[in-house]
């Protein structure tokens, strides 16, 4: 990384483009009932992938930037899952027939905050709505500290055949400042633990910009981790936003890291997992260079959606619970971010859709642009054009932001063919902004770009 470049650039506050545009755009004037006509209107053969929101957890993480609350009665967590289950009949009944799944991610929260048996019945529940594929790849998010055996085993009898675990960093001083005691051996024996019940794709969450947070601290985390051999790495900046994350006010700003220091736990921390084999993928990924995210990238077939980098080709993305995000092609919808009100929509059995975006020709060709550039460092923006009937020069005309990205050197442009300059990598949400025709209007809500 150029730290000129670092300097210039970093404190930015972007989207990360895991949709465009981006959630603070999205609006009541699509609501439930646009849901329901968009979802009685998907195509025959549309491939469709599930996301499943757990809005619990047991203890709060000062650091959180999640739709999360802290249920302490298992009644609470009870309930909720048959609501989920009754909103899988809904959706279902809704579009009118069994379609195929590709892929499903249980993501929170935690979701093993359920009961082994409640986790199964759902499960039940999805596969009698929707067409699972035996080929499907059913992920679900960890935290290490909770896990039971009982629930590992539910996991495996369910299908499920990649888990994320979150590790943030193994520093006790990190941890104490973040709310979140997590020790190596924990991490450890879930691990194993997995793999010995036949979940075998094991991802592991890393996280730099935390309070106390060194390079030396961030390289042991990363040296204890690779002990564990991971087949994917995540690793994000901490995002401080406590103006809309309260509990974040608990972490003294007075120790968070400068931007400068960000940017060498970021560079540390990428170079230490190239060095162990991986293959940097995006802006945050890491993977084995036989890993199906590794041979996506080295294809240009890799996607990015609300999860973040997928092999996932889906068309569709149905979302599930309360805040869920889901995309069809006609747009986006998210669900009540109130448990609740969330609740009391699917018993009365109506969708539980608040708000969304109905795409526009312009949205989808540069939806395209973006993706491209966040997945593959660079955009033929002849060829996508030409799929949108649209032209290249006027696309490039429209982004007055690229010539201060190529006059820096952060963006090499050959004819109509994009490339992000090698040393400038981490800045791929800087490019993909130029031709974020949406974005002033939310940066206050976004995180920092390094």
Known sequence: MRADLAASYGDERLPRYTSYPTAPHFSPAVGAEAYGQWLAGLPTNVSTSLY?????????????????????????????????????????????????????????????????????????????????LPSAE??????????????????????????????????PRVQLAINRVQSFEQTAAVTRNLRRAGIKGVNFDLIYGLPHQTIASCLDTVRRSLELEPDRFSVFGYAHVPNFKKHQRKIDEAVLPTGPARHDQACAIANALKEAGYVQIGLDHFARPDDAMAL??????????????????????????????GHVPQGYVQNEVSIVSYAKAIEAGRLATVKGYALTGDDRLRADIIERIMCDYGADLGAICARHGA????????????????????????????????????????????????????????????
């Open 52 to 132: 499943l929101h757990v809005p619990f957890c047991r203890k709060m993480c000062w650091y959180c930037g999640c739709h999360t609350q802290i249920a302490r009665r298992d009644d609470l967590i009870a309930a909720y899952q048959r609501t989920l289950c009754r909103e899988v009949e809904l959706v279902a009944d809704t579009i009118g027939r069994r379609i195929k799944v590709a892929h499903i991610h249980f993501g929170g929260g935690t979701p093993t905050i359920m009961a082994p048996e409640a986790f199964t019945e759902l499960m039940a529940a999805i596969r009698q709505a929707f067409f699972v």
């Open 138 to 171: 059913i992920a679900i998010e960890i935290d290490p500290r909770t896990l039971t055996p009982e629930m590992t085993d539910a996991l495996a009898l369910a299908g499920v055949n990649r888990a994320s675990l979150g590790v943030q960093s193994f520093d």
């Open 296 to 325: 996506a990238f080295a294809s240009r077939t890799l996607r990015r959606n609300f999860q973040g980098y997928t092999t996932d080709v889906s068309d569709v993305l149905l979302g599930f619970g309360a805040s869920a995000i």
């Open 391 to 450: 032209r290249a020069d006027a696309m490039l005309q429209s982004a007055p932001r690229l010539k201060t990205l190529i006059s820096d050197g952060v963006v090499r442009l050959d004819g109509n063919r994009l490339a992000v300059t090698g040393d400038s990598r981490f800045l791929v949400r800087s490019v993909a902004a130029a031709f974020d025709a949406h974005l002033d209007a939310a940066k206050q809500l976004h995180s920092r770009a390094v």
